[in-house]
Nanobody, 124 residues
């Protein structure tokens, strides 16, 4: 089984910083992409940032317009871990953040995997 384990959420004041981490564990054959999504009450889950891992797109990143210039996604390929450095946080960044991976396990084909979610609360 493949699992995504997140850490790093919590409360922070406006203008502050947080770093989220997510490690993929289990019987992983290959990871095509990892990223972060967020979802608030009554809202759709939305992409925050993702980083590609395969072929010619390795290292390619995508960001939501609302976080460009403030958030940075990075990946430790040896550890199958993705990080989200969040700077200049705003109250509207308050949400549950979910790690996502598009992963092929050793026992099945490509599939989407999700972490359990970590709460980020930006408030004074």
């Amino acid at each position: 089984q493949v699992q995504l384990v997140e850490s790093g959420g919590g409360p922070v004041q406006p203008g502050g910083s947080l770093t989220l981490s997510c490690s993929a564990t289990g019987n992983i054959f290959r990871i095509a992409a990892m990223g972060w999504y967020r979802q608030g009450p009554g809202k759709e889950r939305e992409l925050v940032a993702r980083i590609q891992s395969g072929g010619y797109t390795v290292g390619t990143t995508d960001y939501a317009d609302s976080v460009k210039g403030r958030f940075t996604i990075s990946r430790d390929y040896a550890k199958n871990t993705v990080y989200l450095q969040m700077n200049s946080l705003k109250p509207e960044d308050t949400d549950v953040y979910y790690c996502h991976g598009y992963i092929r396990s050793t026992t099945s084909s490509w599939d989407d995997y999700w972490g359990q979610g970590t709460q980020v609360t930006v408030s004074s």
